[in-house]
Structures are given as structure tokens and as C-alpha cells.
């Protein structure tokens, strides 16, 4: 069982950033970052393959926020910019067994615990 350990939320003004970490105890494949806000559906955010070459974000993040990972350290990070008020929530690491990013969240086995991500109005 892999563990994941995100870290990096807290509170920000709007227009304001973050960067996420997602610590994995062991070796990871696809990741990926989803978020939810109370009362709501958890939603993708972003999404990379093990090698870094490929990427994928919503359309609600895209421009602002950047996914990247250091598979030597088996981290997957999430830099966060010109953060907006909906971008608030409790923000969750995924991880997959095979190399290849995906977007939905069925498709993920692993997850962490979630960091909470609060944005001012």
C-alpha cells in the first residue's frame, strides 16, 4: 500500500499562492490532484504521468496553477497562482499503477488525506 502525505495548504488572500506537496512512501506512477469544497463534488485539478512529459489540467485551473513532480525525492507538487475564492477546498494527492496521467477519479488507487486550501474574498 502506498501512503501519500500532502502538505503546503493554508490561507491566502485572493490572488495570492500555494504550493502543494504530495509526499509518497514509496515509488509512484500517474498523479494527480483533485479538490472539494463543502457541499460539493470532488473535482480534477491536474494530473501528470510519471515521467513529467505529460500534463493535463481544468479548464477552471489552467494558466494559473502548475503540476510537476521530483520522482528522486517521489514528491508530485502543485504550484498554485492568482489564487480565486473558488479555488477554496480541501485539495487531495492521487496516485495510479501505470506511468500514464489520467483525469477522472476511478481511474486513482491511491489517495492522501487532503490539505485544506482557504482563499479571501
Known amino acids: 500500500q502506498v501512503q501519500l502525505v500532502e502538505s503546503g495548504g493554508g490561507f491566502v488572500q485572493a490572488g495570492g499562492s500555494l504550493r502543494l506537496s504530495c509526499a509518497a512512501s514509496g515509488r509512484t506512477f500517474g498523479m494527480g490532484w483533485f479538490r472539494q469544497a463543502p457541499g460539493k463534488e470532488r473535482e480534477f485539478v491536474a494530473a501528470?504521468?510519471?515521467?513529467?512529459?505529460?500534463?493535463y489540467y481544468a479548464d477552471s485551473v489552467k494558466g494559473r496553477f502548475t503540476i510537476s513532480r521530483d520522482n528522486a525525492k517521489n514528491t508530485v507538487y502543485l504550484q498554485m497562482n492568482s489564487l480565486k475564492p473558488e479555488d477554496m477546498g480541501v485539495y487531495y494527492c492521487?496516485?495510479?499503477?501505470?506511468?500514464?496521467?489520467?483525469?477522472?477519479?476511478?481511474?486513482?488507487?491511491?489517495w492522501g488525506q487532503g490539505t485544506q486550501v482557504t482563499v479571501s474574498s
Open positions: 492521487a496516485g495510479r499503477r501505470t506511468s500514464r496521467a489520467a483525469v477522472k477519479d476511478y481511474e486513482y488507487e491511491y
Open positions: 501528470i504521468s510519471w515521467s513529467g512529459s505529460s500534463t
